[in-house]
C-alpha cells in the first residue's frame, strides 16, 4: 500500500464519523465521509469533554477552536433536587492537566467539519451495508452504489445498518428512561451555578451547565418513563417537562419557566459487543458502544476511538489484523464507561435522608475520594496528571 494513500469510507457525519475522518486524514489517508441527512447539523443540545475528551481534541488539532466557543467548567456539583442543597463538589481542570469544556454540538460538529478537506462529506447518502476482501473494503449505500477503499467505519450511532450487517438484526435494550433536554438564554434563569450541577432527586435527576462562554445554559432531565420514541428531535411539551420536576430549586425552576421547546429521546443501550470489526470493517463510537448520557462520556469515547484508532494504524499493513488490536485495547475501558453511565442512573436517583447524609459525610471528612473516583475516567486512557 505504499505506493499510494489509503483510503477510509466512514458511514455517519456525527461527532464519532467525522473524528475518525479527520484522524486519519491527519495521518495521511484520503478520508471521505457518508451522512445520510441531508445536510451536517445539530439541534441545540450541549455536550461535556472531560480531560480524556480535550486530550483527543488536542490530538485532532481542534482544541483551541472548540476551547474558544465552548464553557470551562470549574466544578462538578451534586445538590439535591429539592432545595438545591450542595451534597458534593469536584474541582476540575488542574487535576487532570487539561480543561472540561461543556460544548454546544454544533460548535464540535462545525469545528471537526471544518477542519476536513473540502468535499470530505458527502451528504444525503446513507449507508446500507459494506463488503469485504483481500484488497479492502467497499461501502454500499442504499441508493445501489458501491464506494471502494481500504477501510470501511461504521460510526452510523446506535442503530447502525454497518453493526446490524456486521452482527445481526438485535434490537437494543430501552433501559427504561426518557432523558429531556433544551437550552435557554443564561439571563433567563438567574442564579443557576456557574459549573457542571447534578440534581438528584426519586425516580429523576438533571443535569445543568453554562455553553458558549456562559451565553446558554444547557439542561438534561433524565425520567423514568415507558416511552420509546428514540429520535433526538422528538419536540417535548414544555409543560409536561415543567410537571416532572415539580417543587424543584428554585435556579432549576427559572430555567425550566424559560425553557420553550425541549427534546426528548428514549434511552436505549446494548451489551459490551463480542467484536468491532470484520475484516477491513469497523463499529467506531455508538455503534460500537452506545453510551447512556449520565456518565458525559458519549462524545469523549467517540473521540478517544478515532484517536486511537489512527495510531494503531499507524505503519500497519494488515488492516484486519490492527483493527482486532484496536479492540483489544479499547474494549475493556469503554465497557467500564458504560457500566458506569448505568450505575450513575442509580445513584442520582435515590434521594433518601441516609444517602444524603453518607454523601455528604464522605465529602466532608474525605475531600478527595469523589475525585480519586474519576482518576481512572478523565487521566486515561493515555495518562494525564493527577494527585
Given at each position: 500500500?505504499?505506493?499510494?494513500?489509503?483510503?477510509?469510507?466512514?458511514?455517519?457525519?456525527?461527532?464519532?464519523?467525522?473524528?475518525?475522518?479527520?484522524?486519519?486524514?491527519?495521518?495521511?489517508?484520503?478520508?471521505?465521509?457518508?451522512?445520510?441527512?441531508?445536510?451536517?447539523?445539530?439541534?441545540?443540545?450541549?455536550?461535556?469533554?472531560?480531560?480524556?475528551?480535550?486530550?483527543?481534541?488536542?490530538?485532532?488539532?481542534?482544541?483551541?477552536?472548540?476551547?474558544?466557543?465552548a464553557?470551562?467548567a470549574?466544578?462538578?456539583?451534586?445538590?439535591r433536587?429539592?432545595?438545591?442543597?450542595?451534597?458534593?463538589?469536584?474541582?476540575?481542570?488542574?487535576?487532570?492537566?487539561?480543561?472540561?469544556?461543556?460544548?454546544?454540538?454544533?460548535?464540535?460538529?462545525?469545528?471537526?467539519?471544518?477542519?476536513?478537506?473540502?468535499?470530505?462529506?458527502?451528504?444525503?447518502?446513507?449507508?446500507?451495508?459494506?463488503?469485504?476482501?483481500?484488497?479492502?473494503?467497499?461501502?454500499?449505500?442504499?441508493?445501489?452504489?458501491?464506494?471502494?477503499?481500504?477501510?470501511?467505519?461504521?460510526?452510523?450511532?446506535?442503530?447502525?445498518?454497518?453493526?446490524?450487517?456486521?452482527?445481526?438484526?438485535?434490537?437494543?435494550?430501552?433501559?427504561?428512561?426518557?432523558?429531556?433536554?433544551?437550552?435557554?438564554?443564561?439571563?433567563?434563569?438567574?442564579?443557576?451555578?456557574?459549573?457542571?450541577?447534578?440534581?438528584?432527586?426519586a425516580?429523576?435527576?438533571?443535569?445543568?451547565?453554562?455553553?458558549?462562554?456562559?451565553?446558554?445554559?444547557?439542561?438534561?432531565?433524565?425520567?423514568?418513563?415507558?416511552?420509546?420514541?428514540?429520535?433526538?428531535?422528538?419536540?417535548?411539551?414544555?409543560?409536561?417537562?415543567?410537571?416532572?420536576f415539580?417543587?424543584?430549586?428554585p435556579?432549576?425552576?427559572?430555567?425550566l419557566?424559560?425553557?420553550?421547546?425541549?427534546f426528548?429521546?428514549?434511552?436505549?443501550?446494548?451489551?459490551?459487543?463480542?467484536?468491532?470489526?470484520?475484516?477491513?470493517?469497523?463499529?467506531?463510537?455508538?455503534?460500537?458502544?452506545?453510551?447512556?448520557?449520565?456518565?458525559?462520556?458519549?462524545?469523549?469515547?467517540?473521540?478517544?476511538?478515532?484517536?486511537?484508532?489512527?495510531?494503531?494504524?499507524?505503519?500497519?499493513?494488515e488492516?484486519?489484523?490492527?483493527?482486532?488490536?484496536?479492540?483489544?485495547?479499547?474494549?475493556?475501558?469503554?465497557?467500564?464507561?458504560?457500566?458506569?453511565?448505568?450505575?450513575?442512573?442509580?445513584?442520582?436517583?435515590?434521594?433518601?435522608?441516609?444517602?444524603?447524609?453518607?454523601?455528604?459525610?464522605?465529602?466532608?471528612?474525605?475531600?478527595?475520594?469523589?475525585?480519586?473516583?474519576?482518576?481512572?475516567?478523565?487521566?486515561?486512557?493515555?495518562?494525564?496528571?493527577?494527585?
Amino acid at each position: 500500500m505504499s505506493g499510494r494513500r489509503r483510503r477510509v469510507l466512514v458511514a455517519g457525519g456525527g461527532v464519532g464519523g467525522l473524528a475518525a475522518a479527520l484522524a486519519l486524514h491527519r495521518a495521511g489517508w484520503e478520508a471521505q465521509v457518508f451522512e445520510r441527512a441531508g445536510e451536517i447539523g445539530e439541534v441545540g443540545a450541549g455536550l461535556q469533554l472531560g480531560a480524556n475528551g480535550w486530550r483527543a481534541l488536542f490530538a485532532l488539532g481542534v482544541a483551541e477552536r472548540v476551547e474558544a466557543g465552548a464553557f470551562a467548567a470549574p466544578a462538578i456539583e451534586m445538590r439535591r433536587g429539592r432545595g438545591g442543597a450542595l451534597l458534593a463538589a469536584v474541582p476540575l481542570g488542574a487535576r487532570w492537566g487539561a480543561p472540561h469544556l461543556c460544548v454546544h454540538r454544533a460548535d464540535l460538529v462545525a469545528a471537526l467539519l471544518a477542519a476536513l478537506p473540502q468535499g470530505a462529506v458527502r451528504t444525503g447518502a446513507e449507508a446500507s451495508g459494506y463488503e469485504t476482501g483481500p484488497g479492502g473494503a467497499a461501502l454500499r449505500l442504499a441508493s445501489g452504489e458501491t464506494v471502494e477503499g481500504d477501510l470501511v467505519i461504521g460510526a452510523d450511532g446506535l442503530r447502525s445498518r454497518i453493526r446490524e450487517a456486521m452482527l445481526g438484526p438485535e434490537a437494543p435494550r430501552f433501559t427504561g428512561f426518557v432523558a429531556w433536554r433544551a437550552t435557554v438564554p443564561a439571563e433567563a434563569a438567574p442564579g443557576a451555578p456557574r459549573c457542571v450541577t447534578a440534581w438528584t432527586g426519586a425516580g429523576r435527576h438533571a443535569v445543568t451547565y453554562p455553553l458558549r462562554g456562559g451565553r446558554l445554559l444547557n439542561f438534561v432531565g433524565l425520567v423514568r418513563e415507558d416511552w420509546r420514541n428514540e429520535g433526538w428531535t422528538e419536540p417535548g411539551d414544555p409543560a409536561a417537562l415543567r410537571a416532572l420536576f415539580p417543587g424543584w430549586a428554585p435556579p432549576l425552576a427559572r430555567l425550566l419557566e424559560a425553557v420553550e421547546a425541549p427534546f426528548r429521546w428514549a434511552l436505549f443501550d446494548r451489551p459490551p459487543l463480542p467484536r468491532w470489526s470484520d475484516g477491513a470493517a469497523l463499529l467506531l463510537g455508538d455503534a460500537a458502544h452506545p453510551m447512556l448520557p449520565s456518565l458525559a462520556q458519549g462524545a469523549a469515547q467517540a473521540l478517544e476511538d478515532a484517536v486511537a484508532l489512527a495510531a494503531r494504524l499507524d505503519g500497519a499493513t494488515e488492516i484486519p489484523a490492527a483493527l482486532r488490536a484496536h479492540f483489544a485495547a479499547r474494549i475493556g475501558r469503554v465497557s467500564r464507561v458504560q457500566a458506569e453511565a448505568r450505575a450513575n442512573l442509580a445513584r442520582f436517583h435515590r434521594d433518601d435522608p441516609v444517602t444524603r447524609l453518607g454523601i455528604r459525610a464522605v465529602h466532608r471528612l474525605a475531600p478527595g475520594w469523589f475525585a480519586r473516583r474519576l482518576d481512572w475516567l478523565y487521566a486515561g486512557p493515555g495518562g494525564g496528571r493527577h494527585h
